[in-house]
């Protein structure tokens, strides 16, 4: 129990501490969005690369892992599309977004932090492994719930969000790490250290970025209710 709680604590006074800090108008709106593009696109690109290389001797593929994880996943997304199409009378599109904010796991803020801490670099292989298989599969699904009554081609729309897919700059570092890996290049140590300074500053920076951000939603539901 202990252990748990001294992972999750500091996680979450991180972001109570942004929380705090928004409160005292230290910062606004516009601090937490431009902390998210900081974190999402300049540091925890290095935290995943890193992390991975540091795990590069533990690189196992683990099918039977992968697999029941995305059966799970795969009846997450089919039940809450039949939910908000069926139940909720959504449009298709509409519940083909509903089934993705559903199944798809919250990996790069809370979820790849916390596995890493928990279990140390090891766990960057199979969270990379199900972040990359994840994405192909939510998104192939997806689509094919938005264009199963439309004209144009399914193959040409999942490629066109393969290519998308490929802008996350999270994924993105973990296939090049993966590549690295599997190619045994090697790193500057000058530029290794670089990255590793990087990837100090991810977590607490999301974090950090989610308290802001979760004050900004207390306002407007606050709004909402008096209006």
């Known amino acids: 129990m202990f252990s748990v709680l001294s992972i999750t604590l500091p996680f979450f006074a991180i972001i109570f501490?942004?929380?705090?800090?928004?409160?005292s108008n230290i910062f606004d709106n516009n601090s937490s969005k431009?902390?998210?593009?900081?974190?999402?696109?300049?540091t925890l690109p290095p935290f995943m690369f890193i992390n991975i290389l540091k795990a590069s001797d533990e690189l196992i593929f683990n099918l039977n892992f992968i697999v029941s994880f995305e059966i799970v996943i795969i009846f997450i997304l089919i039940l809450s599309f039949l939910i908000s199409?069926?139940?909720?009378?959504?449009?298709k599109k509409k519940?083909?977004?509903?089934?993705?904010?559903?199944?798809?796991?919250?990996?790069g803020y809370m979820g790849?932090?916390?596995?890493?801490?928990?279990f140390w670099e090891k766990a960057s292989i199979p969270i990379s492994l199900i972040l990359l298989i994840d994405t192909i599969v939510l998104l192939t699904f997806t689509s094919f719930f938005i264009e199963f009554?439309?004209?144009?081609?399914?193959?040409?729309e999942i490629f066109k969000l393969f290519l998308n897919m490929l802008q996350n700059p999270i994924l993105l570092a973990s296939i090049i790490g993966f590549l690295f890996v599997i190619l045994n290049?090697?790193?500057?140590?000058?530029?290794?250290?670089?990255?590793?300074?990087?990837?100090?500053?991810?977590?607490?920076?999301?974090?950090?970025?989610?308290?802001?951000?979760?004050?900004n939603k207390i306002e407007i539901k606050t709004l909402n209710i008096f209006l």
């Open 17 to 23: 501490l942004g929380t705090i800090f928004h409160i």
């Open 34 to 42: 431009i902390l998210t593009k900081y974190a999402l696109y300049v």
């Open 85 to 91: 199409f069926f139940v909720l009378k959504n449009s």
């Open 95 to 107: 519940s083909s977004l509903f089934s993705l904010n559903a199944s798809y796991p919250n990996y």
């Open 112 to 118: 790849i932090p916390l596995c890493i801490l928990a």
């Open 149 to 156: 009554d439309k004209k144009k081609s399914l193959i040409v």
């Open 185 to 215: 290049i090697n790193i500057p140590i000058i530029f290794l250290t670089f990255l590793e300074t990087l990837a100090l500053a991810a977590t607490p920076t999301a974090l950090f970025a989610i308290g802001i951000n979760i004050y």
